[in-house]
């Protein structure tokens, strides 16, 4: 059985009428929810979802291989972006 792909996209922290979306920690706190502490008792943000900067803009990089790893983690970020009428990139690279 094959798994359907899944893309890559990016979260950027602007809705679509052009505002900055906040708090201005949306993204770590986004990030935050899917992060978990490693064995040296640091949180780590996981593989597939991380805060970075697109265009000079607080975003966040979600990488399309989470829906194999996690489908309901996956279409909560995606669900995320669309409910606070968020901009998505979507087929980008989500590599580091």
């Known amino acids: 059985m094959t798994t359907p792909y899944h893309s ?8 679509t009428a052009g505002k900055k979306f906040r708090p201005s920690d ?6 935050g929810v899917l992060s978990a502490f490693g064995a040296e008792k640091r949180m780590r ?8 900067s697109y265009k000079g803009e607080k975003a966040v990089f979600v990488d399309g291989r989470l829906y194999e790893v996690e489908p309901m ?10 409910d606070n009428d968020l901009q ?3 087929g980008a690279a989500a590599g580091k």
């Open 45 to 52: 943000y996981s593989p597939y979802v991380g805060p970075r």
């Open 73 to 82: 983690a996956y279409r909560f970020v995606l669900h995320f972006a669309q």
């Open 26 to 31: 949306w993204a770590e706190r986004l990030c």
């Open 8 to 15: 890559s996209f990016i979260i950027v922290g602007l809705t």
């Open 88 to 90: 998505l990139i979507e």
